[in-house]
């Protein structure tokens, strides 16, 4: 486990769902930092020292001394009212390590607590249990299996939800006015950032596939266009929708690849109004340049870095953003050692697009706009009950909307003899046990054949084609 020795910046919420916790700073410490800031004129934390004074000479019980100074610390971060900043105990400092290395286990998911409650910060992981029970940004953990999650703090929820490969954990998810349970069978999360592939539409086409903005992904996306180059490709496909973000050097190194030598790839404003900037050059993709038409794919759960990346690629080079608006967090973090067991991280400084944007809680707008269904963002199917015939709930509205997506005429509210006809057919075909009921092997069925029916009809990977294959034709 390697230690956090100089400041780290960070770009997103990636190590934030992982880490919140409260202390670990000693009290000498924090004494020392009291006389270095006072001056004869005023004391800014004599408060704060008499406070602790009085609490510990006169409370009716005895009261740790790190227990108090973890209590000031993180009331401190929490004053600021920023999700981003927050003070890291040895716990939380520990799972940031974990976060930045090359994998861990759990399910895939960021977490923040936001009204008293844990939410999922951004869209999970690619690919993990999270992503794949359909788990969203925002999504509000009611129950992690019988533990109420409500008053927690962060770090013990995420201590009850990661655990050894294999073994499962149940969510109570509240999404909207819907609630639902969901199981997840906990596993190992690599973090292999970057896949690619030569496109089954037309083999001049890459498609590579960016997850988050690890420690290793410039490297990554350098390493999959020299393959897909010797494989054909002629352009490619940068897909970073659901992509929560990551280090900054990563992104400056990777955006700077698409971009001409002195062309601008972010600013940043910081709390002085300085203006600073970061523009491509040879510092940061050490001559290596991608020429070769390419388009950006986003969505909602592109966030922070991932936005600093489309906006790029979008405001300096001209390429063509594709998707639906993203995430919208502007802000930039770093993350500073306090000792040897505990850090901070805090929000820095704001980031701004080529053109000086601030997309911060409005997102990017993308220059095609192409979505998935609707029903791509149904919550999913209930699994510890059974819908039958006569019920009447918003669990049978949302089965009568996954098989009308299917192509099955179920518009009712009411579990009919119409979904129960739908139910037996769908059964029959997919040969399972055919009762006309809804138990949990039909709807793991059902939602399999939605997702592929869903990745057939993909807008936005579909357009990026059409777009790309203009582009490549409009040169010859």
Do not use: C
Request: proline letters at 3%; charged letters at 30%; hydrophobic letters at 35%.
């Amino acid at each position: 486990m390697k230690k956090i020795s100089i400041k780290l910046y960070l770009i997103s919420l990636l190590a934030a769902a992982l880490l919140f916790g409260g202390g670990g700073y000693l009290y000498g410490t924090l004494h020392e930092l009291q006389k270095e800031s006072r001056s004869p004129q005023t004391d800014e934390l004599a408060k704060v020292h008499q406070l602790y004074d009085e609490i510990k000479s006169s409370y009716y019980r005895d009261v740790d001394s790190k227990t108090l100074v973890n209590g000031a610390l993180k009331g401190m971060t929490e004053a600021l009212g920023d999700p981003y900043t927050t003070f890291l105990d040895e716990e939380g400092s520990s799972q940031l390590n974990q976060s930045l290395s090359d994998s861990f286990e759990g399910i895939g998911a960021t977490l923040q607590i936001k009204n008293d409650y844990p939410e999922i910060a951004q869209a999970p992981i690619k690919d993990t249990p999270a992503a794949k029970k359909g788990l969203r940004a925002k999504d509000i953990i009611l129950k992690v299996d019988d533990m109420a999650t409500k008053g927690k703090k962060l770090d013990e929820v995420v201590s009850k939800i990661r655990g050894k490969k294999g073994t499962e954990v149940t969510l109570e998810i509240r999404r909207g006015h819907e609630t639902f349970t969901t199981s997840l069978k906990r596993a190992k999360i690599s973090i292999h950032t970057v896949t690619d592939k030569i496109s089954a539409d037309d083999k001049q086409i890459g498609v590579i596939q960016i997850a988050s903005f690890g420690e290793n992904t410039a490297k990554e996306l350098k390493d999959a266009i020299v393959s897909l180059r010797k494989q054909g490709a002629k352009s490619f496909i940068l897909d970073v929708r659901q992509n929560p973000g990551g280090l900054l050097d990563q992104v400056e190194e990777m955006a700077s690849m698409f971009l001409k030598d002195g062309q601008t790839i972010v600013e940043f404003k910081d709390n002085h109004r300085t203006v600073s900037k970061a523009v491509a050059g040879e510092k940061f993709d050490q001559g290596f340049k991608v020429s070769e038409p390419s388009v950006v794919l986003v969505d909602g759960g592109s966030a922070s870095a991932a936005e600093i990346f489309a906006a790029a690629l979008n405001e300096s080079a001209n390429i063509p953003i594709i998707g639906t608006t993203t995430f919208g967090k502007g802000t930039v973090q770093t993350i500073s050692p306090i000792d040897d067991k505990s850090s901070l991280k805090l929000t820095v400084s704001k980031w701004l697009t080529p053109k000086g944007h601030w997309i911060h809680e409005k997102g990017l707008t993308p220059t095609i706009k192409a979505d998935f269904p609707d029903y791509a963002y149904l919550a999913p199917l209930p699994r510890d009950k059974e819908l039958k015939e006569g019920q009447t709930s918003t669990e049978v509205k949302r089965l009568n909307r996954f098989l009308a997506a299917l192509g099955y005429d179920t518009k009712e509210d009411v579990f009919t003899a119409e979904t129960t006809n739908a139910l037996k057919d769908f059964q029959s075909k997919h040969k399972l046990s055919v009762t006309g009921i809804l138990n949990k092997e039909t709807a793991d069925a059902i939602e399999n054949e939605l997702a592929l029916q869903i990745r057939a009809h993909d807008a936005a990977y579909n357009r990026g084609i059409t777009e790309l294959k203009k582009e490549m034709t409009a040169k010859k």
